[in-house]
């Protein structure tokens, strides 16, 4: 019997993946569980893992196509078994097109029309329900059938962008209208995300753009075609977009003495380097700061939740730090999971592990989820101090410059001394100024007086 | 809790049989090797000696000899339990019980009644070959004014029969053979089963399995193998196919969204068919998954033993038509 190897759903975000490599070829003998392809997302490379004793049929998505969630890659077959029987196998799933060799359009999840939708009758019970076009909800049920989980997962996404859905001017509306531009997709630029008639423009621009490149340069852009963003480039302007728009910033800056700090980490480096083979960085010590900072703080060490009665929060129990780490096209936040409770060797060699992976784009989803808090660190670049966009909906960032010899005033003297900027980046539905003031006096001491970490 | 302690079907069927003597004369038995025999699965042994050979009576071969006997004492008033050892062998009775037994108190107005049980054997299993191996229930639950009950555990065994016997209308009580040795707890006491009302034997929440008579322990063996792999089944067993308790079956098919029934007896037109289209009726808006059914094979069923048993369910077959119900999960 054939079983079919198709792409999962890894991550909430995730709507489609790109086939990066096969590490089987067909014909070739795989083993239930032994990874066959692996996948890139918006966030991930993963393996996917054969599901059945047997050898790998034909290729259907080849290495750089993508394939959307559900949609067949491959199958394994058994040994002798040909693609003709695995294809009329297929045939019982009605909502995946006929899969056709090298054709990665045909395995996209075709938009249904009214008489193809199969959907259980429980599914359509929940969908009259809810409100919910059957026609947009994945299948994921046998055979290819909607299931009650389906709608009430598609119902779930609905809300949770209808909330997050932009305000749209009424020129924008009409000309999104005109334009046969699909809203959902345009991200605002107006006050509080809400979309204007600019943004549709330009998302007609790019539209045309996507649809016939290579094109002669639009009106707008005489400089060059638009290039449209994809992978974690796209990810991270819808993110960072979002999270400026939505999240009422507030900043708070400090110069604090470093001197202690690097005399620590001078002092630590060696014997850390030898147990562990990590060098130490100040943004391991800064890691430990900040949890220690979080766990006298608890007030920060939150997260801001939508709430069918308003805003609200949730008081995190565990301190977990992300650090924000520079890739190539983008960028990632790896989390420290309860780093508050790793000594400053344990912090070093986590973080070099998964920073390590993050730059080889290895990283699993659970690396990226459940940070509390974020720390950004551009000192090695020579900034000496930024302000930094709030991982939402997490309520705070630390952006941390680099440390440098300044000249400080002190009782009445100018000394030089090594000092570093830190700057806060708050949520003012969260907090408020004189709570991240009292975190932030918190931080500066730690790093002032190092050895508090260890009372 | 009254006092429990732990017996086979047989027994609980023997101690029914004895307390409804006991407590009613008007009882009384009628079948071929009951008495001195003691039952050809001992189901009757020593009521012969307890009650006498007036009341528990040995018969030739003759099906339709004591099932019309029957029939015609319990219209006088009396309440004879009768046992045709293999339900093959109704066929030789069917006049009585289809025409007669079924008929008489609704062709009388009401004035006659016919309170009749009939014991019989079902189910495959011990290599007893096409005529000693069918599961005919199917044929009476089809025909109006017969109650037709069968148990799965020794506790519902003697508290349906003890029913059934004080029950005004005739009842056919079908036995699998192969579960005569299950052993469950019975309680001390005296106690009775009402006929109608379903009992849901394992609790869960993904998927229902509607399982009668030598199928409920399929089922439970199901549900427990798919309990390893995170998938809840529940298990409900109807008792009585008639009359039969729709308002059980259809809370639990609401609940999960998917069903398969399972029952001994042949697939087509059978019992799995009249279960599934109520509740293709009646719940419809609730199915996740299409509603399937797993019986014995249509074939006449085979003496060789590895033949045989590929006629019959079996818990490996039950979950992978569950796993069938369930698709891709997020």
């Known amino acids: ?455 | 809790m009254p006092e429990m302690r732990e017996i086979t079907i047989v027994e609980a069927l023997r101690e029914a049989l004895a307390e409804e003597m006991s407590r009613d004369p008007t009882v009384f038995l009628m079948g071929e090797d009951i008495g001195r025999a003691n039952g050809v699965f001992n189901v009757t042994a020593g009521l012969q000696d307890e009650f006498g050979k007036e009341r528990v009576i040995d018969t030739p071969i003759s099906e339709a000899g004591f099932t019309g006997m029957g029939v015609g004492a319990a219209l006088t008033g009396m309440r004879p339990v009768i046992e045709i050892l293999f339900c093959d062998f109704m066929t030789l009775a069917m006049d009585q019980i289809v025409n007669q037994a079924a008929k008489l108190h609704y062709m009388t107005g009401g004035q006659a009644k016919v309170p009749l049980v009939i014991r019989t054997l079902m189910g495959a299993g011990r290599g007893a070959a096409a005529q000693h191996s069918q599961s005919l229930h199917a044929w009476v639950a089809h025909i109006p004014g017969l109650k037709v009950v069968m148990p799965s555990t020794p506790y519902d065994a003697k508290g349906l029969l003890k029913s059934a016997i004080r029950d005004d209308n005739p009842v056919v009580f079908f036995e699998d053979k192969m579960s005569y040795q299950v052993k469950g707890l019975v309680p001390v006491g005296e106690y009775t089963i009402p006929l109608g009302v379903a009992d849901v034997k394992r609790v869960g929440g993904d998927v229902t399995f509607i399982a009668t008579s030598s199928m409920v322990q399929v089922a439970l063996a199901a549900a427990e193998m798919l309990a390893q792999e995170g998938i809840s089944a529940e298990v409900v067993d109807p008792r009585t196919l008639k009359p039969l308790d729709k308002e059980t079956i259809l809370e639990s098919v609401k609940k999960t969204g998917r069903v398969v029934i399972i029952d001994e007896g042949y697939l087509s037109y059978g019992v799995t068919a009249e279960i599934a289209a109520i509740i293709a009726d009646e719940a419809f808006d609730y199915l996740d998954a299409p509603v399937k059914r797993l019986g014995a094979m249509d074939v006449p069923v085979p003496m060789v033993p590895v033949l045989e048993q590929a006629t019959v369910p079996n818990a490996e077959q039950l979950v992978t038509t569950a796993r069938s119900l369930f698709g891709r999960r997020y």
Not at chain 1, 316 to 332: P, R, S
Not at chain 1, 341 to 352: F, G, N, Q, V, Y
Not at chain 1, 396 to 403: C, E, F, P, T
């Open chain 1, 1 to 455: 019997m054939a079983t079919e190897i198709y792409l999962p759903q890894l991550g909430l975000t995730m709507t489609e993946g790109t086939v990066t490599r096969w590490l089987k070829t067909t014909g070739e003998k795989v083993k239930r569980g032994e990874p066959v392809v692996e996948i890139e997302t918006d966030k991930v490379t993963t393996e996917i893992e054969a599901p059945a004793d047997g050898v790998l049929g034909p290729i259907l998505v080849k290495e750089g196509e993508k394939a959307p969630i559900g949609g067949t890659l491959s199958y394994v077959l058994a040994e002798g078994e040909t693609l003709e029987e695995a294809q009329i196998s297929r045939t019982v799933a009605p909502v995946t097109s006929q899969p056709v060799p090298g054709a990665a359009e045909q395995v996209q999840a075709p938009p249904r029309t009214g008489e193809e939708i199969f959907a259980t009758p429980r599914a359509r019970r929940k969908a009259h329900e809810l409100g919910v076009d059957l026609t947009q909800v994945p299948a994921s049920g046998p055979g290819g059938r909607i299931v009650e989980a389906d709608v009430r997962w598609f119902a779930d996404q609905m809300s949770a962008q209808s909330k997050e859905m932009p305000r749209v001017s009424p020129v924008a509306r009409r000309l999104a209208a005109e334009l046969g531009v699909d809203l959902s997709t345009v991200q605002g630029t107006g006050e509080g995300g809400r979309i204007r008639r600019e943004d549709i423009e330009r998302a007609a621009a790019a539209r045309k753009a996507a649809a016939a490149p290579p094109v002669t340069p639009p009106v707008l852009t005489p400089a060059g075609p638009i290039e449209v963003l994809s992978g974690v480039r796209r990810l991270v302007a819808e993110r960072m977009t979002r999270n400026f728009t939505s999240t009422p910033h507030f900043y708070l800056t400090a110069e604090v003495d470093a001197s202690a700090l690097t005399r620590m980490r001078d002092g630590l480096l060696p014997r850390i380097e030898a147990t562990t083979g990590t060098r130490l960085t100040i943004t391991d010590i800064l890691v430990k700061v900040c949890a220690r900072a979080l766990r006298e703080h608890p007030e920060v060490n939150v997260t801001y939740a939508e709430t069918p009665d308003g805003p609200g929060l949730i008081r995190q129990t565990e301190v977990n730090v992300g650090i924000a780490v520079a890739l190539d096209d983008g960028l990632v936040v790896p989390v420290i999971r309860q780093a508050d409770c790793l000594t400053l060797a344990e912090i070093a060699s986590k973080r070099a592990e998964v920073v390590e992976r993050a730059r080889v784009g290895k990283l699993n989803l659970s690396d990226l989820e459940g940070g509390t808090f974020t720390l950004t660190n551009l000192g090695m670049f020579g900034v000496d101090h930024f302000q930094a966009i709030i991982n939402s909906p997490q309520a705070a960032i630390l952006a941390v410059g680099r440390v440098r010899e300044r000249p400080v005033a002190v009782s009445g003297t100018v000394l030089i001394r090594p000092t570093l900027y830190l700057t806060l980046s708050l949520d003012h539905r969260l907090v408020d100024g004189a709570q991240g003031a009292r975190f932030l006096e918190s931080l500066a001491r730690l790093i002032e007086e190092p050895y508090l970490l260890l009372d």
